[in-house]
């Protein structure tokens, strides 16, 4: 089942980014296009067997996660301000590039910088689960990690949360809506993706299902904004 959303979000990320070639070579809405770029760069480096791959050839010292914490904050404050746009909350942007939304993503960075510096990374790991097998101080520190990595991402999209109630309640056209409420149900897993570090193994599965979800409501959300907005151009 976790390959089957691994690969499926890689599939739906990479089609859209191809097919917004066209558009970003004409200049019309390039941000959309590096959004679904940098997402399907995440989701490939979120999969073992590139994951691999990338990592081993940087030295082998899991630096592949740390760049790949980085693309997700990239594609987040892309999609952030793509989302403000297509739902016209004028405040959001406000939010996500005025002094909070600065000092959440440089606290966040500084986090993820300073715990993986902590750890002994040796040794190519997917998702850091070798790491966090080794002993009860990096399975610690691995969480720590993770919840930091979480935390930009959850901002962001708690601060547009606000317009997309709005739109999913309004009279607005029903691809507008639908959107709306896909990016809802987007935010409601990335927040859950916070509980992660006290969710037993057991139910580990879960922490896949909040992650996927989330990618998968927010790319479609975010890809039915732009083709509402062209149906009604041409009607």
């Not at 941000?31 to 030295?59: H, K, Q």
Request: net charge positive.
């Amino acid at each position: 089942m976790i390959g089957i959303l691994q690969w499926t979000t890689l599939a739906v990320c990479g089609i859209v980014a191809i097919a917004r070639i066209p558009s970003a070579l004409r200049g019309q809405n390039r941000s959309v296009f590096f959004v679904y770029a940098l997402m399907t760069l995440v989701i490939l480096l979120s999969i073992e067997a590139p994951y691999m791959a990338v990592d081993r050839a940087l030295g082998g010292t899991n630096l592949a996660n740390l760049v790949l914490r980085f693309l997700i904050f990239a594609a987040i404050f892309l999609l952030g301000l793509g989302i403000a746009r297509g739902f016209g909350a004028e405040d959001a942007p406000r939010r996500i590039t005025g002094p909070i939304g600065m000092v959440t993503l440089g606290t966040a960075s500084l986090v993820i910088v300073v715990v993986f510096l902590m750890m002994d990374t040796a040794g190519s790991s997917t998702g850091l689960v070798s790491l966090a097998t080794k002993d009860a101080h990096h399975a610690a520190l691995v969480e720590y990690y993770g919840a930091a990595g979480r935390l930009y991402p959850a901002y962001v999209m708690l601060a547009l949360l606000p317009a997309m109630l709005r739109t999913a309640a309004s009279r607005l056209p029903g691809l507008l809506r639908l959107s709306a409420g896909l990016m809802v149900v987007g935010t409601v897993a990335i927040t859950l993706s916070l509980l992660s570090p006290v969710i037993p193994p057991s139910l580990g599965i879960l922490r896949f299902i909040f992650n996927y979800t989330a990618v998968l409501c927010l790319i479609l959300g975010l890809a039915l904004i732009w083709l509402g907005k062209a149906r009604a151009s041409r009607t």
